[in-house]
């Protein structure tokens, strides 16, 4: 489209309840394959002769030449969507014109997206809709929206290179997820199981002893412009310059943390995209993993850590080799902020400490007191269903307290 004729395109965006749908599934590949059947329908829903549809992040992008309205939304019942479309202007040469593309998805998939949160919202016009927000939402909340929408695609222009064939085309240098199936056909029962993710990519992650920042999130950066905004000061078009220009900052030091992890396991193991902002795979050992954390964490120190989860295949296979890494991936959030190596990488079947299981239940006893709805509340969902692990890998002096829970 950035490269066709013309001037003018007609774009739709919907998006999806990803994580109400991995949460209810209770594991995060199958609610992803259910969210991407659920899209795929949709895409098949329109009339193809006239809609091209691609994907922008994890939305789903439907698009066509000139000016028109947009078709029946067709969803299924399992998944909860929003969308939202708008008519984009083209001027320029081709990459100015990929550029108004993809400005064009920030604010049209920020529409979808409080379309998806608050259905009572009839208009589905992008602009119309993000003009509401100083209406019907909070600073944090607007600012939450104004952040939350990742992935970019990069490379293409601007003497930024493009991602090869086997890469993440949003992330050059990182493998493709479309490699998974190779890696895992030539694992060895000696392997360990990774999964990645960055600690607290929104709001940023605090010192849990002195309460200092340690890294910067994308939506707390936002907040003076999401307070600006509502308070009338800046018009919506300003805001939106401005948060996608840092939208984009922080797109590229995903993609340089992400690079960095994916490097420092090669030649010896394999890591590949299939998180919006983590990386799984397999690895000879936990060290290697440890090691590859440590230097992406030093490398964008201050803007974002990650931490890891690590699991051996021994004779489980991958099914549960993988469940039981996101388990430890989950031990690591609940210790973030704290001294504990155990912050940075868990390797599931070694118990915490007596100072680390602490941290931990008091971390997952402050998501009890704050309730349902506030920010991390689903790791206090996942620590009840993997209870009998968490008792596994507690000391006994802090079991009682965690059973309370």
Same mark, same amino acid.
């Given at each position: 489209?950035?490269?066709?004729?013309?001037?003018?395109?007609?774009?739709?965006?919907?998006?999806?309840? *990803?994580?109400?749908?991995?949460?209810?599934?209770?594991?995060?590949?199958?609610? #992803?394959?259910?969210?991407?059947?659920?899209?795929?329908?949709?895409?098949?829903?329109?009339?193809?002769?006239?809609?091209?549809?691609?994907?922008?992040?994890?939305?789903?992008?439907?698009?066509? $030449?000139?000016?028109?309205?947009? $078709?029946?939304?067709?969803?299924?019942?399992?998944?909860?969507?929003?969308?939202?479309?708008?008519? %984009?202007? #083209?001027?320029?040469?081709?990459?100015?014109?990929?550029?108004?593309?993809?400005?064009? +998805?920030?604010?049209?998939?920020?529409?979808?997206? @409080?379309?998806?949160?608050?259905?009572?919202?009839?208009?589905?016009?992008?602009?119309?809709?993000?003009?509401?927000?100083?209406?019907?939402?909070?600073?944090?909340?607007?600012?939450?929206?104004?952040?939350?929408? *990742?992935?970019?695609?990069?490379?293409?222009?601007?003497?930024?290179?493009?991602?090869? *064939?086997?890469?993440?085309?949003?992330?050059?240098?990182?493998?493709?997820?479309?490699?998974?199936?190779? /890696?895992?056909?030539? +694992?060895?029962?000696? =392997?360990?199981?990774?999964?990645?993710? %960055?600690?607290?990519?929104?709001?940023?992650? @605090?010192?849990?002893?002195?309460?200092?920042?340690?890294?910067?999130?994308?939506?707390?950066?936002?907040?003076?412009?999401?307070?600006?905004?509502?308070?009338?000061?800046?018009?919506?078009?300003?805001?939106?310059?401005?948060?996608?220009?840092?939208?984009?900052?922080?797109?590229?030091?995903?993609?340089?943390?992400?690079?960095?992890?994916?490097?420092?396991?090669?030649?010896?193991?394999?890591?590949?995209?299939?998180?919006?902002?983590?990386?799984?795979?397999?690895? $000879?050992?936990?060290?290697?993993?440890?090691?590859?954390? /440590?230097?992406?964490?030093?490398? /964008?120190?201050?803007?974002?850590?990650?931490?890891?989860?690590?699991?051996?295949?021994?004779?489980?296979?991958?099914?549960?080799?993988?469940?039981?890494?996101?388990?430890?991936?989950?031990?690591?959030?609940?210790?973030?902020?704290?001294? +504990?190596?155990?912050?940075?990488?868990?390797?599931?079947?070694? $118990?915490?400490?007596?100072?680390?299981?602490?941290?931990?239940? =008091?971390? @997952?006893?402050?998501?009890?007191?704050?309730?349902?709805?506030?920010?991390?509340?689903?790791?206090?969902?996942?620590?009840?269903?993997?209870?009998?692990?968490?008792?596994?890998?507690?000391?006994?002096?802090?079991?009682?307290?965690?059973?309370?829970?």
């Amino acid at each position: 489209m950035a490269e066709a004729g013309g001037r003018e395109v007609t774009m739709i965006v919907v998006t999806s309840a *990803l994580r109400a749908s991995v949460e209810e599934a209770g594991d995060h590949d199958a609610g #992803l394959r259910e969210v991407r059947d659920s899209l795929a329908l949709v895409a098949r829903g329109t009339d193809s002769d006239r809609w091209s549809a691609s994907y922008y992040g994890k939305d789903l992008v439907l698009i066509r $030449p000139g000016a028109a309205d947009p $078709p029946r939304m067709r969803f299924t019942n399992g998944v909860r969507h929003g969308w939202a479309w708008d008519r %984009v202007e #083209l001027d320029g040469d081709s990459i100015q014109r990929r550029e108004s593309l993809l400005f064009a +998805c920030y604010e049209m998939s920020m529409a979808a997206r @409080l379309r998806r949160d608050r259905p009572e919202t009839q208009e589905a016009r992008a602009a119309s809709v993000i003009g509401e927000v100083p209406r019907v939402l909070g600073v944090a909340q607007a600012a939450s929206l104004l952040a939350g929408v *990742l992935v970019r695609p990069l490379g293409g222009g601007h003497g930024v290179r493009g991602a090869a *064939l086997d890469e993440d085309p949003r992330m050059p240098g990182v493998p493709s997820a479309d490699g998974w199936t190779k /890696t895992a056909e030539g +694992c060895a029962s000696t =392997d360990f199981y990774a999964v990645t993710d %960055v600690h607290d990519i929104e709001w940023g992650t @605090l010192s849990r002893p002195s309460g200092a920042r340690l890294t910067e999130g994308n939506a707390h950066e936002l907040l003076p412009w999401a307070e600006a905004w509502l308070a009338g000061r800046l018009s919506t078009a300003a805001v939106l310059r401005e948060t996608y220009r840092r939208r984009l900052a922080r797109e590229s030091d995903l993609v340089e943390h992400l690079r960095t992890l994916s490097d420092a396991v090669r030649p010896t193991g394999q890591l590949h995209a299939t998180l919006g902002d983590g990386l799984s795979g397999l690895v $000879p050992d936990a060290e290697i993993m440890r090691a590859a954390v /440590t230097a992406a964490n030093r490398r /964008t120190d201050g803007r974002m850590h990650s931490g890891v989860g690590v699991a051996p295949l021994s004779s489980m296979g991958l099914a549960a080799a993988r469940e039981r890494a996101h388990f430890s991936l989950h031990v690591t959030k609940t210790l973030k902020g704290t001294a +504990c190596p155990e912050a940075a990488l868990h390797e599931f079947g070694k $118990p915490l400490d007596s100072e680390g299981a602490a941290y931990a239940v =008091d971390h @997952l006893t402050g998501l009890a007191r704050a309730g349902a709805g506030q920010v991390g509340h689903h790791h206090l969902v996942h620590a009840r269903r993997w209870r009998n692990w968490w008792l596994e890998h507690l000391p006994s002096s802090v079991r009682a307290a965690f059973v309370r829970l």
